[in-house]
């Protein structure tokens, strides 16, 4: 079985100051690991994904990812908000195993403060 | 553009009626999945579909159903027996071959039942 947990319901950070959603994950295989990304009333749009090659996934928007297998860990971070990066955050784990279905975190509202 | 079509983006309909939530894909993707989201809740999988005329129930399948006779549709209805239909809708589709499964969403159909 597979789970993912975001560690935050909601984040407040001051526009130009680093942004960190926190994911931790739980699979008995090697897992691919995605954040996507939904401002309100959208679908959701990918920002990067891990697949077992470098553990340091850059995105888009300057966003990236460090996968820490001892920790289980997935977290997503920004050197500096922009007022555009005000969304919701959903953190996605999917077995390697031909099997497509993702499983979501409950999302990490993200506000961020003029 | 190679994209995911949903409509309508929004849906009223009165309590016992079924009704039908459309959703098309250009990607020429094999896959293709409905997802439910409720508020401070992440995406939860209805049905999937990863080849034309085959369907798997995902995880909150009753009261719903769906039909793939064509690669690029996979219409969803909401039937009558769905106790709490009201909710936001999102269609994905992702390739079923190599490393990883990344699925790409639609705009969403938000449906309204009174």
């Known amino acids: 079985a597979q789970s993912v947990t975001q560690l935050d319901s909601h984040v407040s950070v001051s526009e130009g100051t680093p942004v960190l959603l926190r994911c931790n994950y739980s699979?008995?295989?090697?897992?691919?690991l995605f954040w996507y990304v939904q401002h309100p009333n959208k679908g959701l749009q990918l920002l990067l994904k891990y697949t077992s090659a470098a553990t340091l996934v850059k995105g888009i928007n300057g966003f990236e990812a460090e996968f820490k297998k001892s920790e289980t860990s997935f977290h997503l971070t920004k050197p500096s908000a922009h007022m555009s990066d005000a969304a919701e955050y959903f953190c996605v784990v999917s077995l390697n195993f031909g099997n497509e279905k993702l499983t979501f975190g409950t999302g990490t509202r993200l506000t961020i403060i003029p | 553009d190679g994209g995911i079509t949903q409509s309508p983006k929004y849906l009223f309909r009165k309590e016992g009626q079924n009704v039908t939530l459309s959703c098309e894909q250009n990607?020429?993707?094999?896959?293709m999945y409905w997802y439910r989201q409720d508020p401070g809740q992440g995406l939860r999988l209805i049905y999937y579909s990863q080849i034309v005329n085959d369907f798997q129930k995902g995880d909150i399948a009753e009261g719903y159903s769906v039909s793939r006779e064509k690669k690029e549709s996979f219409p969803l209805t909401v039937t009558s027996a769905q106790k709490n239909p009201t909710a936001f809708y999102l269609c994905a589709s992702s390739i079923t071959s190599g490393s990883s499964y990344e699925q790409y969403f639609g705009p969403g159909t938000r449906l309204t039942v009174t």
């Open positions: 699979s008995s295989y090697s897992p691919s």
């Open positions: 990607l020429n993707h094999d896959a």
